[in-house]
């Protein structure tokens, strides 16, 4: 399978798809298209399993703080 590039992240995800073997490719399709079918965004999933592995309560919590942070070095 070979896969167009254009540049910046682009590249660095083509790179690191090319490193998996086809059956590994079909099973991240059927996941991504189950979770659209969905309607589920497993960007945000990720970031609440990381967080809350951390502690965090949830995603709301975690952009608290960081605002927070943001404010004290204004």
């Given amino acids: 399978m070979t896969i167009a590039v254009e ?7 083509v790179c690191e798809l090319e ?3 086809d059956a590994t490719l079909n099973l991240y399709y059927r996941d991504i298209f189950l ?3 969905q309607k589920r965004n497993l960007v945000e999933e990720r970031y609440q399993y ?3 592995n951390l502690g965090f309560k949830d995603l709301e919590e975690v ?10 070095k204004e």
């Fill in 7 to 13: 540049g910046g992240f682009t590249t660095y995800a």
């Fill in 19 to 21: 490193t998996y073997s």
């Fill in 35 to 37: 979770a659209a079918t």
């Fill in 50 to 52: 990381l967080y809350g």
């Fill in 63 to 72: 952009e608290a703080l960081a605002q927070k942070r943001a404010a004290v």
